[in-house]
């Protein structure tokens, strides 16, 4: 049973606009949660996390959301630009220090 | 500075082999996770090791088994390979305190 999901296997977008990417969780134990980016062989590279009491952590063109009452976070990217184009995971820090991974995203941005 | 390196980058095994994988953490980094990632998911927890003791285990069969070194370093051992142990083996550190963890470029290992 996935306990972190992103039900969007692929996002195609137009380079300059937004793109969002979303992911949802079933355990509201979770107390933090990271945005991933992942190139073809290459391991994860973090780009942005969440602590649970909050609801937004920006970084540059980096904006994460977190809306608790609905177990549910998106990343932002604006603008978006064709380098950004990879798979991207939503990840949930467990009880047992671990990261607990969606299936990913994958991104493309069209220039 | 260095992040996480991993070794060997890519290795083929026969199955029933035993394999060993290698990770270094980011200096000063106590934690080193193990994860595997297999085409279409995402990466799946096997290990955490902290200060060399195992602070979780994920779910995978006892033929998997993994330690800290005294220099926070880590292997990953894999005895009795299966055709299905075909993935990438990725490992991050991190500081121990809910914090990001980084990953290295992982180890694909190819079961034949």
């Known amino acids: 049973d996935q306990q972190v999901k992103q039900n969007s296997p692929s996002l195609s977008v137009q380079e300059g606009r937004i793109s969002i990417l979303n992911c949802d969780y079933t355990?509201?134990?979770?107390?933090?949660f990271l945005w991933y980016k992942k190139y073809p062989a290459e391991g994860p590279t973090f780009l942005i996390s969440?602590?649970?009491?909050?609801d937004k952590n920006e970084d540059g063109r980096f904006t994460v959301f977190l809306n608790k009452s609905a177990k549910h976070l998106s990343l932002h990217i604006v603008p978006s630009q064709p380098g950004d184009s990879a798979v991207y995971f939503c990840?949930?820090?467990?009880?047992?220090?671990?990261?607990?991974f969606g299936k990913g995203t994958k991104l493309s941005v069209k220039p | 500075d260095a992040g996480v390196t991993q070794s060997p980058t890519h290795l083929i095994k026969t199955r029933g082999q035993h394999v060993t994988l290698r990770c270094s953490p980011i200096?000063?980094?106590?934690?080193v996770s193990w994860y595997q990632q297999v085409l279409g998911q995402g990466p799946q927890f096997i290990f955490q090791?902290?200060?060399?003791?195992?602070?979780g285990r994920g779910n995978f069969p006892d033929r998997f088994s993994a330690r800290q070194f005294p220099n926070y370093s880590s292997e990953l051992n894999v005895n009795a390979l299966l055709l299905g142990d075909s993935a990438l083996y990725l490992c991050?550190?991190?500081?121990?305190?809910?914090?990001?963890?980084?990953f290295g470029q992982g180890t694909r290992l190819t079961v034949v």
């Open positions: 990840a949930a820090g467990g009880s047992q220090g671990n990261l607990i």
């Open positions: 355990n509201s134990m979770f107390d933090y």
């Open positions: 969440i602590s649970s009491i909050k």
């Open positions: 200096s000063g980094h106590k934690s």
């Open positions: 090791y902290y200060e060399k003791e195992e602070r």
């Open positions: 991050a550190s991190d500081t121990g305190v809910n914090t990001e963890a980084f």
